[in-house]
């Protein structure tokens, strides 16, 4: 295949080996597209490429298998030779291969040969820090993911019972679910494709994205489940949100939008900003993925520094793609004090990460949430982290209905047979989650109090009403009830501070503490019931 030459990690390349520098480590998964760049770089040079591998050795000679041995080769060969060798990683931790390595590096600087160490990933004792020299190789561009397509259309263009015909839109998308592959995972994904769908399928593309993020070990991969119609209120968020479903597209580059980079929820538990996140993914038709800040932290020195890079950068492997960081503080909080406790390994990870929010250029839009703002770190907050921060409050009255309609649809019902305008008013204080529970609560007793015919005595199972869910909303005690102070704390801070992400303000603490049930009594507490409700 030929190779772009304006593609900045090949001149690199060329310019590297052109400059007599000794020793090159490749970080790479893909050896064939290395291979191809590195022959047509020797065949322009007049240069001839050696490869080795611990099961052949050194072109082929299986006597230089040894990794000394193939070094020695090295040494002794004639000038004009660049030497690639596969997988040598694991033998940086043998200290006579990295003394070998060092004796080797004045011997190639002045002669015409060229050592490259090709491995997916990057092994560097500290003795070789200033010997050798690391390039990134990137993953394919969307130009070369566009010649491997057009590659596989010619080849079965002539079967009948394949569609390969692609509108411009349609080629976009494929080439955009494609992007971040590597050009063997693209190539067996397109073939798959082809197979299952007999055309190039979207869904089946982002399945080998699901692919890479299993196999990480660190991210976990959420399908498009939830929709924002499952979302009930918060209209300012979601207009903000659909304002930008399509800032991923080449027309919004063209039109001089850059991405976004992402949101940060802060609010009172249970008011649906786990919910956001995976319904902004369904919005956008982006992958979702979710990085739990607890597999970051490993116990071997470094592992943690590491893992948060791996993390890093699967995410941006899968790009355009949404990363979703639920309770931000529990995993960022303390980085304080990490010099004191943990070596200071909690402020080097949180350092890494804060740097790749401020300057990625992958488009991975992060969406965190927070239900403590106090425990987070300051510098978290500054612009340039997020494009917004929102704060999310406890539903209005208005939206306390939506949510009752949304639940009641979930599970089966009308919501047009329910007054869910006054279960609405009922629920004051009441968070998304705690009425999902009360919809639950009332279906469970509706579920247990039979009916029975006086006749037959046979039971039958009873609906549930209205009557049952008041009497679900009257027996529980919202979170806005037992932890008012600290909501109080949370509402005032994010007064000035924070978008909201409803149009229609909530109740006040004293509201919600005075509010009333129609016929007088006081609701959350059981003495209030009469005797039929308390049963």
């Known amino acids: 295949m030929a190779q772009n030459w304006s593609k900045p990690v090949d001149v690199e390349l060329e310019t590297l080996i052109r400059a007599r520098y000794p020793i090159i480590y490749i970080v790479s998964w893909e050896e064939r597209r290395v291979e191809e760049t590195l022959r047509e770089i020797c065949q322009k040079r007049g240069k001839k490429l050696i490869q080795w591998t611990i099961t052949s050795g050194l072109g082929g000679n299986v006597a230089s298998r040894d990794p000394l041995a193939a070094l020695d080769q090295v040494l002794a060969a004639p000038d004009q030779t660049v030497f690639l060798l596969k997988d040598f990683h694991p033998f940086m931790n043998d200290h006579m291969v990295v003394r070998k390595l060092r004796d080797l590096v004045f011997a190639l600087k002045t002669s015409f040969k060229t050592l490259i160490l090709l491995s997916p990933t990057l092994k560097l004792p500290v003795e070789l820090e200033k010997e050798i020299t690391v390039v990134d190789y990137q993953l394919p561009t969307p130009k070369d993911i566009d010649r491997l397509l057009e590659g596989i259309i010619q080849s079965v263009r002539s079967n009948n019972q394949i569609d390969v015909n692609l509108t411009p839109l349609e080629r976009e998308q494929i080439l955009k679910a494609a992007s971040g592959l590597t050009s063997n995972e693209a190539e067996n994904v397109f073939a798959k494709s082809l197979v299952e769908k007999r055309k190039f399928d979207i869904d089946v593309i982002l399945s080998e994205k699901e692919q890479i993020i299993r196999k990480s070990g660190i991210l976990e991969y959420y399908p498009a489940s939830e929709a924002f119609s499952d979302v009930g209120g918060m209209d300012l968020l979601k207009e903000w949100m659909s304002q930008r479903t399509a800032s991923f597209t080449d027309a919004a580059r063209q039109y001089g939008l850059p991405e976004p980079k992402g949101v940060l929820l802060l609010g009172v538990q249970g008011c649906g900003k786990s919910l956001t996140a995976k319904a902004i993914g369904s919005l956008w ?18 592992q943690s520094e590491e893992n948060i890079r791996k993390a890093i950068s699967t995410a941006e492997s899968v790009a355009p793609c949404v990363l979703w960081i639920d309770e931000l503080e529990k995993g960022f909080s303390g980085t304080q004090s990490s010099g004191s406790s943990d070596g200071g390994t909690t402020s080097r990870v949180f350092g890494t990460f804060l740097a790749w929010m401020q300057d990625k250029k992958a488009p991975v839009f992060v969406i965190a949430t927070s239900n403590n703002v106090t425990a987070l770190p300051p510098e978290l907050l500054r612009k340039g982290r997020f494009d917004e921060i929102f704060f999310v409050d406890l539903p209005s009255k208005a939206e ?33 989650a705690e009425i999902e529970e009360a919809v639950v609560s009332a279906l469970f007793s509706a579920f247990a109090d039979r009916d029975k015919d006086t006749k ?17 909303v009257k027996i529980s005690v919202p979170l806005a009830v037992t932890m008012q102070e600290s909501i109080a704390e949370l509402r005032a801070w994010a007064d000035k501070r924070a978008r909201p992400v409803s149009s229609v303000q909530s109740e006040s603490a004293e509201e919600i503490l005075d509010a009333e049930l129609d016929e007088g009594d006081a609701p959350y507490r059981m003495d209030n019931l009469d005797d039929d409700d308390a049963h």
């Open 456 to 472: 037959t005595g046979e039971e039958s199972i009873r609906e549930v009403t209205v009557e049952d869910l008041k009497r679900s």
């Open 285 to 302: 038709k982006l992958p979702l993925l979710r990085l739990d800040v607890g597999k970051i932290f490993g116990g071997i020195v470094g």
């Open 400 to 432: 306390r209905k939506e949510i009752f309609d949304i639940h009641l649809k979930k599970r089966g019902r009308d919501p047009k047979n329910f007054d869910t305008v006054e279960l609405g008013k009922v629920a004051v204080g009441f968070s998304g």
